[in-house]
């Protein structure tokens, strides 16, 4: 039977009382250091659910590690005067491009997590990146997923001068006269070159590699014929496909373009391995709270699905709207990565 008793504990004035007088020493200061611990873990908690309520409270910097101008760039610098709007706070987008994307992307992966620098990138440097680079300094898994907001699937790209107008002609062509054709890229492990040497890999075909420095070189390269083949969504390549500059064999995802329904999908060309799209995706360092997370992507949401934004600024420019949540983002991360591994060996590429 335990005995309440009261007497002091050793070097306090503080007497003990009921059950804890019935604990050994020892016992008692593993009960003491589990009632700090909890208090410690309540407070820091506590302190996390006002950060959370309090925020934003100055001003939020959204990171893009590319040159600005691009889509990525353009979709989130639209989006942060609407939040800026709504949050009666400054937010701004800072450029950081170099090494692929992959220095800006770093910067946010070492911030500190409390929602005041974000992240808005494309898959490039979340899924492509870990097989481009030995020293990558960052784990793309780790980051803190917030939303998809858009998507665009890429379309395999010819020069009007191409004899093929489907995905099946220009296998047969290329099978008919090897090394002859050539397809463009902007870099090593961008989409165009996965694309099309897993192609070559699938089918036998000896498609030559031309790369360039950047999109804009190798759009001015394809209208002028210099390479025969690309890759490019909506986005890059839409104006040049309305006005015949270009010409569209097949479009790499599961669904037609609604800007170019005429377009069949390398699916029901026969050829549903073929998939590649470009997504523009938001995210926070490791460890941002749960409550910052939940309010960033509930108001990036928001901003995203009204109807003036969304025509605007997303459909106007060949996206698709997704504005997913943290959990269908952190599946598409996991998904893609696993897939890429088969392109990038069909691609030979080695990381450096």
């Given at each position: 039977?335990?005995?309440?008793?009261e007497?002091?504990?050793p070097?306090?004035?503080?007497?003990?009382?009921g059950?804890w007088?019935?604990l050994p020493?020892g016992?008692?200061?593993?009960?003491?250091?589990?009632?700090?611990?909890?208090?410690?873990?309540?407070?820091?908690?506590?302190?996390d659910?006002?950060l959370?309520?309090d925020?934003?409270?100055r001003?939020?910097r959204?990171?893009v590690?590319f040159?600005?101008?691009?889509?990525?760039?353009?979709?989130i610098?639209?989006?942060?005067?609407?939040?800026?709007?709504k949050?009666g706070?400054?937010?701004?987008v800072?450029?950081?491009?170099g090494?692929?994307?992959?220095?800006?992307t770093?910067?946010?992966?070492?911030?500190p997590p409390?929602?005041?620098?974000?992240l808005?990138?494309?898959?490039?440097?979340?899924t492509?990146?870990p097989y481009?680079f030995?020293s990558?300094q960052y784990?793309p898994s780790?980051?803190?997923p917030?939303?998809l907001m858009?998507?665009?699937?890429?379309?395999?790209?010819?020069?009007p001068?191409?004899?093929?107008?489907?995905l099946?002609?220009?296998?047969?062509?290329?099978?008919?006269?090897?090394?002859?054709?050539?397809?463009?890229?902007?870099g090593?492990?961008?989409?165009?070159?996965?694309?099309?040497e897993?192609?070559n890999?699938r089918?036998?075909?000896?498609?030559l590699?031309v790369?360039?420095?950047?999109?804009?070189?190798?759009l001015v390269?394809?209208?002028?014929g210099?390479?025969?083949l690309t890759?490019?969504?909506?986005?890059v390549?839409?104006?040049l496909l309305r006005?015949?500059?270009?010409?569209?064999l097949a479009?790499?995802g599961r669904?037609?373009?609604?800007?170019?329904?005429?377009?069949?999908?390398?699916e029901e060309?026969g050829?549903?391995?073929?998939?590649?799209?470009i997504?523009?995706?938001?995210?926070?360092?490791?460890g941002?709270?749960?409550?910052i997370v939940a309010k960033?992507g509930?108001?990036?949401?928001?901003v995203?699905?009204?109807?003036?934004?969304a025509?605007?600024?997303?459909?106007?420019?060949g996206?698709?709207?997704?504005?997913?949540?943290?959990?269908?983002?952190?599946?598409?991360v996991?998904?893609?990565?696993?897939?890429?591994?088969?392109m990038v060996d069909?691609?030979?590429?080695?990381?450096e």
């Amino acid at each position: 039977m335990l005995i309440a008793v009261e007497r002091a504990v050793p070097g306090s004035n503080e007497p003990r009382s009921g059950l804890w007088a019935a604990l050994p020493a020892g016992r008692l200061l593993i009960a003491r250091l589990v009632r700090i611990l909890l208090a410690t873990l309540l407070a820091a908690a506590t302190m996390d659910i006002a950060l959370a309520q309090d925020y934003p409270s100055r001003l939020v910097r959204f990171v893009v590690p590319f040159p600005a101008g691009g889509g990525v760039d353009l979709v989130i610098r639209a989006a942060a005067q609407e939040l800026s709007t709504k949050w009666g706070t400054a937010v701004i987008v800072e450029n950081r491009p170099g090494a692929g994307g992959t220095i800006g992307t770093e910067a946010v992966y070492r911030a500190p997590p409390d929602g005041y620098t974000l992240l808005a990138t494309v898959n490039q440097t979340i899924t492509t990146a870990p097989y481009l680079f030995k020293s990558l300094q960052y784990d793309p898994s780790k980051f803190t997923p917030i939303t998809l907001m858009v998507q665009s699937d890429n379309f395999v790209l010819a020069h009007p001068s191409v004899p093929a107008n489907t995905l099946r002609e220009l296998v047969d062509l290329v099978k008919k006269e090897p090394k002859k054709w050539t397809f463009g890229s902007f870099g090593r492990g961008s989409q165009p070159q996965l694309l099309f040497e897993y192609l070559n890999s699938r089918e036998g075909l000896d498609l030559l590699h031309v790369p360039y420095n950047g999109i804009s070189p190798l759009l001015v390269a394809m209208i002028a014929g210099e390479v025969s083949l690309t890759a490019g969504s909506a986005g890059v390549a839409g104006e040049l496909l309305r006005t015949g500059k270009l010409k569209a064999l097949a479009i790499a995802g599961r669904k037609r373009s609604p800007q170019f329904p005429e377009v069949p999908t390398t699916e029901e060309a026969g050829f549903g391995y073929l998939q590649s799209s470009i997504w523009y995706a938001v995210f926070a360092p490791p460890g941002t709270p749960p409550d910052i997370v939940a309010k960033v992507g509930s108001d990036l949401r928001a901003v995203l699905r009204n109807p003036g934004f969304a025509e605007h600024q997303i459909a106007s420019k060949g996206l698709e709207l997704v504005a997913s949540t943290p959990e269908e983002l952190a599946e598409i991360v996991r998904n893609e990565t696993t897939a890429l591994k088969t392109m990038v060996d069909a691609a030979k590429i080695q990381a450096e």
